[in-house]
Each structure stands twice: as C-alpha cells, then as structure tokens.
Nanobody, 120 residues
Framework: QVQLVESGGGLVQPGGSLTLSCAAS????????MGWYRQTPGNERELVAV???????NYADSVKGRFTISRLNAMNTVYLQMNNLEPEDTAVYYC??????????????WGQGTQVTVSS
C-alpha cells in the first residue's frame, strides 16, 4: 500500500500564489512518476503537471509559465508552485504517484484531494 498526503490548498485572490505539497509513503520500491491532476464538478479529472524520476516534466497548456512542479526524490515528495492564479484554476487538486512496490508489483495511488479556490 502506498499513501499520499497532500497539503497547501486554500482560498486565494486572482493573481495570487499557492504551493501544494504531496508526500508518498508506504511500500515504495521505485517511484516512476509523481504528478498533480485537478477536477471540477461535472468534469473529468485532468492532468496539471507531472514529473518522472529523471526530473522531466510535462504541463497542461493552460498552466504553462504559471505553475512549476518539482520533486524531492529522497523524500518521495512532490510540490506544485502555482503563480498568477486565475478563477479558472479553481478545482480539487489530486496528487498521483506511480511506481513499483517490488520488482514486479506496480502501484498507481491517489491522494485525497485538496481544494484550491481562486476568487476575489
């Protein structure tokens, strides 16, 4: 079992900043990728940003230039620095981690979600 604990959500005014963090723990042999997704009511969960073990990153077009994902490998922790936030960024943000629990067993785990609200 792999558990993800998220923190850092909240209410912020347009143009403001927030940093989300996510720590993975449990039966982790090797992490392949960690990332952030978001979901609004009535819509599917969408990718925000992801980083792999080699620190390569991928971002949704809507957040490029405003959000930065970073990973602290030694601590199995991933961060999402969100700048210049817009009302359209309002969503529940979920952390995801994929990897191996041993040489053959894979995992694909999700956090409980943290609410980000951008409003004046």
């Amino acid at each position: 079992q792999v558990q993800l604990v998220e923190s850092g959500g909240g209410l912020v005014q347009p143009g403001g900043s927030l940093t989300l963090s996510c720590a993975a723990s449990g039966n982790i042999f090797r992490l392949i990728a960690m990332g952030w997704y978001r979901q609004t009511p009535g819509n599917e969960r969408e990718l925000v940003a992801v980083t792999n073990s080699g620190q390569a990153t991928n971002y949704a077009d809507s957040v490029k230039g405003r959000f930065t994902i970073s990973r602290l490998n030694a601590m199995n922790t991933v961060y999402l620095q969100m700048n210049n936030l817009e009302p359209e960024d309002t969503a529940v943000y979920y952390c995801n981690a994929r990897g191996y629990s041993d040489y053959v067993t894979t995992f694909d785990s999700w956090g409980q979600g943290t609410q980000v609200t951008v409003s004046s």
